[in-house]
T-cell receptor
Framework: GAVVSQHPSWVICKSGTSVKIECRSL??????MFWYRQFPKQSLMLMAT?????????EQGVEKDKFLINHASLTLSTLTVTSAHPEDSSFYIC?????????????FGDGTRLSIL | DAKTTQPPSMDCAEGRAANLPCNHS???????VYWYRQIHSQGPQYIIH???NNETNEMASLIITEDRKSSTLILPHATLRDTAVYYC????????????FGKGTRLHILP
């Protein structure tokens, strides 16, 4: 079964609205989570690394004031797209790093499709 | 982590074996080869990984060349549900495990 839950799976909202996406690790503690964005027909692009109890590390070109990341617990990271505009419409995917021996390095959520009107 | 190179797309007939190649000529000794796939509108799914020995699980087999500069993912009996983008990734475990995805191979299974 799924070990990472992402919510909501899709959201449609008006331009200027802020949207929060949640990523939860269900059966393990994840001190590190990752946020990706994917445009149609393109690969996943890493946006930021979310570390529990500390500030996120953003990849080059990603606006940290636009994409707010909070990782307040060992099982939850949130991504808030602030004042979203149509160009922010995309498929957002989170993953959680698995430290356990013998497990795959990351478990991915099923993504959130964000549409800004 | 080493860069990987994959063909942009491949076709395979349903029921046949799908062989997906990956070049990783600059791979270092402590980098594993991981394969993930992404079915349309879903998150990536782990398939298999290996260091230098060939590996097999319920989903696929992974063949790594002796010099470790390339590998092949084998789906033994492809079905329509295997239509997806397949990503080959070279990754050193134990650091931040940050995965940078390349463009992958878009595999079309033909009925």
């Amino acid at each position: 079964g799924a070990v990472v839950s992402q919510h909501p799976s899709w959201v449609i909202c008006k331009s200027g609205t802020s949207v929060k996406i949640e990523c939860r690790s269900l059966d393990f503690q994840a001190t590190t989570m990752f946020w990706y964005r994917q445009f149609p027909k393109q690969s996943l692009m890493l946006m930021a690394t979310s570390n529990e109890g500390s500030k996120a590390t953003y990849e080059q070109g990603v606006e940290k004031d636009k994409f707010l990341i909070n990782h307040a617990s060992l099982t939850l990271s949130t991504l808030t797209v602030t004042s979203a505009h149509p160009e922010d419409s995309s498929f957002y995917i989170c993953s959680a790093r698995d430290h356990r021996v013998g497990r795959q390095p990351q478990h991915f959520g099923d993504g959130t499709r964000l549409s800004i009107l | 982590d080493a860069k990987t190179t994959q063909p942009p797309s491949m076709d395979c007939a349903e029921g046949r074996a799908a062989n997906l190649p990956c070049n990783h000529s600059t791979i270092s000794g402590n980098e594993y080869v991981y394969w993930y796939r992404q079915i349309h509108s879903q998150g990536p799914q782990y398939i298999i990984h290996g260091l230098k020995n060939n590996e097999t699980n319920e989903m696929a087999s992974l063949i790594i060349t002796e010099d470790r500069k390339s590998s092949t993912l084998i789906l033994p009996h492809a079905t329509l549900r295997d239509t997806a983008v397949y990503y080959c990734i070279a990754l050193t475990r134990g650091r931040d495990d940050k995965i940078i995805f390349g463009k992958g191979t878009r595999l079309h299974i033909l009925p």
